[in-house]
């Protein structure tokens, strides 16, 4: 697949092309906070951002989904719901893509969930390469996700005034074929981008005390650290810090019956691990009833378990975590704190 240049002028025209006939979304400052929505014109997006409030991947995967309708007016029929927009998501950063990566491999094992796989399939990536940290909370290139290696269609790099575009799937092929004054990229452009990738990365400092797949081994000997319970005492359980992770997958499924009481409809809608229900069992205990129980599980989950599954973190390094806890917990923190010095009880 052959990578492209366009000037900047050239790409906001595009967009707003693709932004008449399709959803386009793309990070919006709305409020002092920046987040993904639908637009029409290049004007309304925001050049430079912090990670967006909610993640991206809430395009294949929102806060609320309607999975099936029942009746049993005539009989028992159940009726699948497939809700799947077609949407140009534009300005995904790399840490997000990994993100996507992460979900696509989750929710395509053994029982592959087929309203995460029709959302994800109507979704068309557009990625936009960082050449700054966002700022102290972000350690993207501690956990690896400062490059994006795969998932995206499009990804922009900014060289001057216009961009390199990198072709990662042959529906980004199809996608830049419609972009206008989009030229093919010569050997004096891969140049640029090169210069552009090292300058980029003499701004990012490694800030985790080791390497990632280091964290199951550190987490391990973590076990019984006071650590836990000096969070559990500062966490508030207020789910803030799993609602806008991008890699967090948990969710609750209810069953609305309607005022007929023939018909309804199940749905399911984002839950956390950080909620003292969300352990509850029907006679009332809970399994991670503590608060500490509940942040050495969110860490354990980010930095272990999943690694030892699918060998990549749950964390990406986006930051958006730290940001939005309102006690400071912080995980780059923790996770070197626990390298540190793992105190036992």
């Not at 005022?259 to 809608?269: E, M, Q, Y």
Request: proline content about 5%.
């Amino acid at each position: 697949m052959v990578d492209r240049v366009m000037t900047k002028s050239a790409l906001a025209e595009s967009l707003e092309q693709l932004a008449a006939t399709l959803h386009v979304a793309a990070p919006v400052e709305e409020g002092g906070r920046v987040m993904f929505r639908r637009v029409r014109y290049a004007a309304e997006l925001a050049n430079h951002y912090l990670p967006t409030m909610l993640p991206p991947t809430k395009y294949a995967r929102p806060p609320h989904e309607e999975l099936l309708r029942f009746s049993w007016a005539e009989g028992p029929r159940v009726e699948p719901v497939f809700e799947a927009e077609e949407i140009v998501i534009f300005g995904v950063r790399p840490c997000d893509m990994h993100a996507f990566d992460l979900l696509d491999q989750i929710f395509s094992e053994e029982n592959s969930d087929g309203h995460y796989q029709a959302r994800r399939e109507a979704l068309t990536l557009i990625g936009m390469e960082c050449l700054e940290p966002c700022d102290e909370h972000s350690f993207c290139r501690s956990m690896g996700s400062l490059e994006a290696t795969g998932g995206f269609d499009l990804l922009l790099s900014e060289m001057g005034d216009g961009y390199y575009v990198r072709v990662g799937t042959a529906k980004g092929r199809a996608l830049i074929g419609t972009f206008q004054d989009a030229r093919e990229a010569v050997y004096e452009d891969r140049k640029r981008l090169r210069k552009t990738c090292l300058r980029r990365e003499s701004q990012f400092e490694h800030r985790l005390e080791d390497t990632y797949d280091e964290l199951p081994r550190v987490l391990a000997d973590s076990e019984d650290s006071l650590l836990w319970d000096v969070l559990g005492e500062k966490c508030l359980s207020c789910g803030a810090c799993t609602n806008v992770c991008p890699t967090c997958f948990c969710f609750d499924v209810h069953d609305d019956v309607n005022l007929d009481l023939k018909s309804g409809r199940r749905r399911r809608h984002w839950d956390s691990c950080q909620l003292e229900e969300f352990a509850m069992v029907g006679t009332g205990e809970s399994f991670r009833q503590p608060r500490n129980l509940r942040v050495k599980h969110r860490f354990n989950h980010k930095g272990r378990y999943l690694m030892e599954r699918y060998g990549v973190p749950g964390c990406v390094g986006c930051g958006r975590c730290a940001r939005d806890c309102l006690v400071g917990i912080s995980p780059i923190e923790v996770f070197n704190q626990l390298k540190g010095q793992p105190v036992e009880r």
